[in-house]
Nanobody, 114 residues
Framework: QVRLVESGGGLVQAGGSLRLSCAAS????????MGWSRQAPGKERESVAA???????TYDNSVKGRFTISKDSAKNTVYLQMNSLKPEDSGVYYC????????WGQGTQVTVSS
């Protein structure tokens, strides 16, 4: 019933920028915290950013000042603006929705070359 579809990943050089999009269906932004997580090969999935129903945001310390999460409720879309990318930012990025249950998409690959 809930569907989260990520897009916008790709290959970029260190220092570059990328914007990820998450098209959400069957989930209410007014009652769910939306966010992004990522997973690099051999590592556990980790939370990167989140935005509450009222618009408060939180970020992992590793991306503070470089990434910005936002949402467009009218379009049911969540975004992650990624600036000053580093090779260690590489991984599969997943859109996450958390309310009474947690849902996530299939992910989009982000590769940052040095």
């Amino acid at each position: 019933q809930v569907r989260l579809v990520e897009s916008g990943g790709g290959l970029v050089q260190a220092g570059g920028s990328l914007r990820l999009s998450c098209a959400a269906s069957g989930i209410n932004f007014r009652t769910n915290i939306m966010g992004w997580s990522r997973q690099a090969p051999g590592k556990e999935r980790e939370s990167v950013a989140a935005i509450t129903p009222v618009g408060s945001t939180t970020y992992d310390n590793s991306v503070k000042g470089r990434f910005t999460i936002s949402k467009d409720s009218a379009k049911n879309t969540v975004y992650l603006q990624m600036n000053s990318l580093k090779p260690e930012d590489s991984g599969v990025y997943y859109c996450v929705g958390k309310g009474t249950t947690t849902s996530w998409g299939q992910g989009t690959q982000v590769t940052v070359s040095s």
